[in-house]
């Protein structure tokens, strides 16, 4: 979705509040996991606080005594809803012989709800097609047969992108063109802070920060893997589990296999002083980052974790030189596997004058692209 911009989760509240002022359908797009639900929820209660509301939310509803001074989020999940949902109940005005429809108590009451708020569609992209086409009328007319959308309530959306093979369904151009549109990324720094403040594990914040490419690692099949969400879920355990083995199995059932072992490996590097290095630390100084120590009890666990920083962030040949460098500090063994990873991924660093003179200077190892 390159058309359109990138804001972090500490953006969001901005353009909330722009599209709320300009009475615009803010819809937010991103992959799974990368928090868009949870950010959406913290705005909204932000929104509250800052204008003196009390808020009101489907997760922790309150009996609104005040709706003039009430703010509520509905939070509908699409994906689940039926059209049926939407519409509301039929039934017949016998008075004036017409069919008419109850409307659902997921569309506002003041009574219930309050006189202001957000409508918040989430997993609208997942959707059944005539749940989006009824949703379509409340987004783009503000009502839905015969009920009428108030003013001071605020439509936002959240879908994931088709590229996100995430059972996506195309949203119609009519209805896309009636909104504001951004991409939610992922966003260490955010999400980092939320955990601390949240009394997450430091040393999966530690972690993810070290190694901030997991949250992009992503293979088709996974059942687990690594999102902002599952690795908060990863952060609750390490803070909250001292059993090494029980820990590793649940962080597993988050993020999965590898990065739960990584994580654990990180946990022991941390407990034996040891350091992992960033990538900019290889980058900008690559003779004195810190590299696995040759016979220590967690080289490996530190091996692999370089493997995986340099592999996913070299992007340039030019970069090639320093990688090369750090490599001539480390296991011959694990610096061949990264050079392997790194030729098999971009055989343009093979033909460069740093991997040359690396193989020159290990004739031994025989590598192809």
């Not at 909204?44 to 009430?70: C, F, L, M, Q, R």
């Not at 609208?124 to 015969?146: C, K, N, W």
Request: proline content about 6%.
């Amino acid at each position: 979705m390159s058309n359109i911009p990138e804001i972090t989760p500490s953006e969001v509240p901005a353009w909330i509040n722009y599209a709320r002022e300009k009475n615009k359908v803010l819809f937010l797009w991103g992959p799974p996991g990368c928090a868009k639900s949870s950010t959406v929820q913290q705005a909204a209660a932000a929104i509250a606080e800052k204008n003196g509301w009390t808020y009101n939310s489907d997760s922790n509803p309150i009996e609104v005594t005040d709706p003039t001074n009430t703010f509520t989020l509905i939070d509908n999940r699409a994906a689940t809803d039926d059209s049926s949902d939407i519409k509301g109940f039929g039934w017949l005005d016998e008075a004036n012989m017409k069919t008419t429809f109850l409307p659902p108590d997921r569309l506002p009451d003041p009574e219930v709800h309050g006189h202001q708020g957000i409508i918040f569609l989430d997993d609208f992209t997942q959707a059944p097609e005539l749940v989006m086409a009824g949703y379509s009328q409340l987004i783009l007319d503000r009502h839905i047969g015969g009920y009428f959308l108030k003013d001071g309530w605020q439509i936002v959306i959240a879908g994931n992108r088709q590229s996100d093979r995430s059972s996506t369904k195309k949203v119609g151009n009519h209805l896309l063109n009636r909104c504001l549109h951004a991409e939610m990324v992922p966003s260490i720094k955010d999400w980092s802070a939320y955990e601390l403040a949240q009394g997450g594990d430091r040393i999966t914040v530690g972690y993810v920060r070290a190694r901030p490419e997991v949250i992009s690692i992503f293979n088709r099949g996974d059942t687990a893997f690594c999102s902002m969400r599952s690795l908060s879920g990863a952060s609750e355990v390490g803070a909250s589990i001292d059993d090494p083995v029980f820990r590793e199995k649940l962080v597993a059932g988050f993020v999965g296999t590898t990065i739960a072992s990584e994580l654990e490996g990180y946990r022991e590097l941390i407990a034996s002083g040891q350091e992992i290095p960033t990538w900019n630390q290889i980058l900008t100084n690559p003779g004195e980052a810190p590299a696995p120590i040759s016979g220590a009890s967690q080289e490996l666990a530190l091996s692999y974790a370089v493997i995986g920083i340099i592999s996913h962030n070299i992007s340039k040949v030019e970069e090639m030189p320093a990688v090369t460098q750090y490599l001539g500090r480390i296991h011959k063994d694990v610096a061949t596997t990264c050079m392997h990873d790194l030729f098999g991924q971009n055989a343009d660093l093979f033909d460069c004058q740093a991997a040359s003179q690396w193989r020159s200077d290990n004739p031994d190892v025989i590598l192809g692209k």
